[in-house]
C-alpha cells in the first residue's frame, strides 16, 4: 500500500494501540495522582470493533502494530487479539510495550499467538527505587518477565528507561551491562513533560548529552550508529560492542519523521502525543460509518494533520508540565496512560 502522507509529507505507518487504560504500576512521571478518571467499561472497543478501524488504518498504510496501555497485560484475552491481528497480512510487525509485572504469566502465550517484539520499561535495578517510582513493589516480577520473554523465544527485547534526574540518573551503566547480559538493548528516554506527568520539571530531565557523557566516562568513547529509518531511538555503539539507544523527545524532537498514530482503548485517535483533541472513531464506527466513510475520515484527518507537538514544546522558553491535574480529570484522554505511549 502506498503510504498516505501528511501536511509535512509524512506517512501513516506506525498504529499504537493502546487496550486499557488501567495500570497495575503508578510511575511517578506517568501516574502520579492517587486516583483516577476511568474509561467507562461500555465505551472500551471489542477486540472486533478495534479490528475493524486496525483494517482501516491498514488500507491507508499502516503495517506495524505496538500494543500498549495503560498496562496492555491487564486486557482480558491479549493472546486472543494478538492472534487475530497475527492473521492480517497487512501487518509486517506486532509489538507489545508492557511493564512487564504479568510478563512471566504471558510471555508464552502471547508469542504462540504471533507477537513479534517486546519492550519492557525498567526505569531501575534497585528495588527501593523501584519502589519509590512506581508504588508497588515488583521489581522482581519485571525481571522475571524479562527472563521469561527470553525463554518464550522474544530475543531481541528491548529495555526502555525513562531518567530522572536524582532518581535514577546514576544507573545507566548498570543498566547498559544489565541488558547486556540478557542479550537485550536498553533505550534511555528522557523524561517528557507529556499527558500525567503533572511532576514534571525542565531540571529534572537528564538531557541526551549528559547520559553520553556519562556513559562515555563509564565505558570509553561511544561511537552513533547512521540511522536509515523513522524510528526515534538514536542508537549508539560502545567500545566493547554493546549497543543502547537514547531517545531525546525533549532535547532532539524527532516530530519531522513521525509516522505514528495512537488510537485509545475507547476509539480515540490521536495524531500527536501532545495533541489536545483527536477523532472519535468509536463514534462513528458505533454510529454505523461504513468501511468506506471511514477510511475518507482517518484519510483526511492524516492528510491535514500538521502536528509536532514535542519541537512545539522545546521552543517554549519557560516550559511548564502540559496539562494541570484539574485539566487530566476532566478530560482523562489527556493522559500518557489513556494514549499509549
Ligand atoms: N504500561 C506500559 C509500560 O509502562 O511499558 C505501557 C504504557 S506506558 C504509557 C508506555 C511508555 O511510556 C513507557 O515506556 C513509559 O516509561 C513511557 N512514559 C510514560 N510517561 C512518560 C514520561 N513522562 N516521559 C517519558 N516516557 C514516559
Ligand atoms: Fe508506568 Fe506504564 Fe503504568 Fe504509566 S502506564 S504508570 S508508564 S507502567
Ligand atoms: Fe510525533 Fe507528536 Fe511525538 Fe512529534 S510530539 S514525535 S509529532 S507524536
Redesign the pocket.
Known amino acids: 500500500m502506498s503510504a498516505l502522507p501528511d501536511r509535512f509529507g509524512r506517512p501513516l505507518r506506525n498504529l499504537r494501540l493502546s487496550v486499557t487504560d488501567r495500570c497495575n504500576l503508578r510511575c511517578q512521571y506517568c501516574m502520579p495522582e492517587e486516583d483516577y478518571v476511568w474509561l467507562p467499561k461500555a465505551d472500551v472497543l471489542t477486540f472486533e470493533e478495534t479490528l475493524q478501524l486496525v483494517d482501516v488504518f491498514c488500507a491507508l498504510g499502516v503495517d506495524k502494530v505496538r500494543l500498549t496501555g495503560g498496562e496492555p497485560l491487564l486486557r482480558q484475552e491479549l493472546p486472543v487479539f494478538v492472534r487475530m491481528l497475527a492473521d492480517r497480512p497487512a501487518i509486517r510487525e506486532i509489538a507489545l510495550t508492557s511493564n512487564g509485572v504479568l510478563l512471566a504469566e504471558h510471555a508464552a502465550a502471547l508469542r504462540a499467538a504471533g507477537l513479534q517484539r517486546i519492550t519492557v520499561s525498567l526505569d531501575t535495578l534497585d528495588r527501593g527505587t523501584f519502589q519509590m517510582l512506581s508504588r508497588r513493589d515488583d521489581l522482581a516480577r519485571v525481571l522475571a518477565g524479562i527472563d521469561a520473554a527470553r525463554a518464550a523465544g522474544f530475543t531481541d527485547l528491548k529495555l526502555d528507561t525513562v531518567v530522572i534526574d536524582g532518581i535514577n540518573d546514576a544507573e545507566l551503566p548498570a543498566l547498559v551491562d544489565f541488558a547486556r547480559g540478557k542479550g537485550a538493548e536498553v533505550r534511555f528516554i528522557e523524561y517528557m513533560d507529556v499527558g500525567g506527568a503533572t511532576h514534571w520539571r525542565m531540571d529534572r530531565v537528564v538531557s541526551r548529552e549528559r547520559m553520553l557523557q556519562q556513559l562515555t566516562a563509564a565505558f570509553g568513547p561511544i561511537r552513533a550508529i547512521p540511522r536509515n529509518d523513522s524510528a ?1 531511538a538514536e542508537r549508539f555503539t560502545l567500545p566493547d560492542g554493546t549497543t543502547f539507544g537514547v531517545i531525546a ?1 525533549v532535547t532532539a ?3 519531522a519523521t ?1 509516522d ?1 498514530a ?1 488510537l485509545t482503548a475507547d476509539g480515540m485517535w490521536f ?5 489536545k483533541a483527536g477523532t472519535d472513531l468509536r463514534a462513528a464506527l458505533r454510529g454505523g460509518a461504513s468501511v468506506a466513510e471511514l477510511t475518507q475520515l482517518v484519510a483526511t484527518t492524516w492528510a491535514a494533520r500538521s ?5 512545539q ?1 522545546a521552543a517554549m522558553p519557560d516550559r511548564t508540565p502540559l496539562a494541570a491535574r484539574d485539566a487530566l480529570r476532566a478530560s482523562p484522554h489527556l493522559e500518557m496512560h489513556t494514549r499509549g505511549g
Open positions: 526515534p523527545s524532537p524527532f516530530c513521525c505514528r495512537r495524531t500527536c502525543l501532545y495533541a502536528d509536532r507537538g514535542a519541537e514544546r
